[in-house]
């Protein structure tokens, strides 16, 4: 009989086990700054009205639940790719971006993981910036790829290590790939400004770098939707064939529903058609067909006119929802106990989370003494804070760091 005794037991995955943590925690002030999901100023999580509004209409629509095709809602794909890249770009004008609908963000990123890993004709090799989001070493370790870093976040300044950056897109050899996050970098909330992201499109160019973008939070980041994607439509407007990948977990709370977006920009439209096929040969044998019910909603919700526009005014009172939490979170800390540390960087990040730069130690005094929880390199996810808790928790950053 076979056994399983040689399987050993595998680490919890760290920010779930937060939660569960959290959930344990009977204390009336706790805190959960763990876990990446907008929740409103009551603490409680947001449905958005043109989403709501959407799921009345797919009801009374009264639609049929037949498979989708391999690559998804066609309705869906064609709204998120104008969404991303803008109706003015070029590529797609010309029929020239391979899409496919994916498992939310993270299924993108793995599907585009194992088509570049099949097809990619250069090293398989991809760069990540130091620190990432946690989940990229292992997607794209299970896509079959060696794993490398690049310079990216400044821990004297708490802002970003722009030349470190540049010098590691330069030293890396020719045709790699890079990891890029479009906006809202998680989880330091630190972004390239505009004219560095020019900058370093020049670079990535001048080097032959593929560059993928991974991009999980527009609108999230400004509160405007064609702010966020200023770093892919400039790489595509700088004629780079970018990889990327959407979700819309967060910008239209879709988190459970799974839906995204991955996409290539090919040379021609042989090319893309060939992309077509082989990106369905890699999904057909992991799951078939997507799920259609989040893809219908994001659908209705794009191209409606009066929904859409209903959805960014709730994307703008989402980013300035956390922007406020921010702002309130420094002036306590700084105005109310007075803390004499620098804690500009609260609100020059940008986005969910916010990198605060505690210790490992102080990030245990701040859940054991004061029951907030945080992973333990001191990310905060701001759409956990409320006006409600905010000078409690600046009080006890406060006592942890004084
Ligand atoms: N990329 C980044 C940088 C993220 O922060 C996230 C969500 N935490 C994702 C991708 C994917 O999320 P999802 O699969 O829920 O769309």
Redesign the pocket.
């Known amino acids: 009989m076979t056994s399983w005794a040689h399987i050993p037991l595998g680490p919890p995955d760290a920010i779930l086990g937060i939660t569960d943590a959290f959930k344990k925690d009977i204390h009336p002030k706790k805190m959960n700054l763990g876990v990446?999901a907008y929740r409103d100023d009551d603490g409680k999580p947001y449905v958005l009205n043109a989403v709501r509004k959407a799921e009345q209409r797919i009801i009374q629509d009264k639609l049929d639940k037949e498979y989708l095709s391999i690559t998804g809602l066609p309705s869906f794909t064609k709204e998120a790719a104008l969404l991303a890249y803008g109706k003015d770009s070029e590529p797609l004008q010309e029929g020239l971006l391979a899409i496919t609908q994916s498992?939310?963000?993270?299924?993108?990123?793995r599907v585009g993981g194992v088509f570049l890993n099949r097809f990619y004709p250069y090293h398989k090799k991809i760069y990540f910036p130091t620190p990432?989001?946690g989940?990229?070493g292992a997607i794209f370790r299970d896509s079959g790829f060696e794993i490398a870093q690049y310079r990216y976040f400044d821990k004297s300044t708490n802002g970003l290590d722009f030349e470190g950056f540049m010098e590691d897109i330069q030293s890396a050899p020719k045709n790699s790939i890079f990891l890029l996050?479009a906006c809202a970098?998680?989880p330091t909330g630190v972004d390239p400004t505009p004219q560095q992201w020019d900058q370093i499109s020049e670079v990535i160019k001048e080097r032959g770098h593929l560059p993928f973008f991974?991009m999980?939070?527009q609108g999230f980041a400004s509160g405007d939707i064609n702010r966020d994607a200023y770093a892919v439509r400039k790489f595509v407007s700088d004629g780079h064939r970018i990889a990327l990948?959407q979700?819309?977990?967060?910008n239209m709370g879709m988190?459970g529903e799974?839906v995204?977006a991955f996409s290539l920009i090919t040379e021609s439209v042989k090319e893309k058609a060939a992309v077509d096929s082989q990106l369905k040969l890699v999904i057909r044998p992991m799951y078939s067909n997507p799920p259609m019910n989040g893809a219908r909603i994001v659908s209705y919700v794009l191209s409606d006119s009066e929904l859409h526009k209903e959805w960014l005014g709730e994307v703008k009172i989402m980013a300035d929802r956390i922007k406020l939490m921010r702002k309130k979170l420094k002036h306590h800390l700084v105005e109310d106990f007075e803390s004499k540390l620098p804690w500009n960087h609260i609100t020059d990040q940008i986005g969910m989370f916010c990198f605060t730069g505690l210790k490992p130690e102080q990030v245990e005094r701040l859940t054991h003494d004061y029951h907030v929880y945080l992973t333990k390199d001191g990310r905060i996810s701001i759409s956990g804070i409320s006006s409600k808790n905010v000078k409690y928790l600046a009080e006890a950053i406060h006592q942890v760091t004084k």
């Open positions: 990446g498992i939310s963000g993270t299924g993108a990123l990432t989001w989940n990229h996050h970098h998680n991974d999980a939070y990948s979700s819309f977990a967060k988190y799974r995204g």
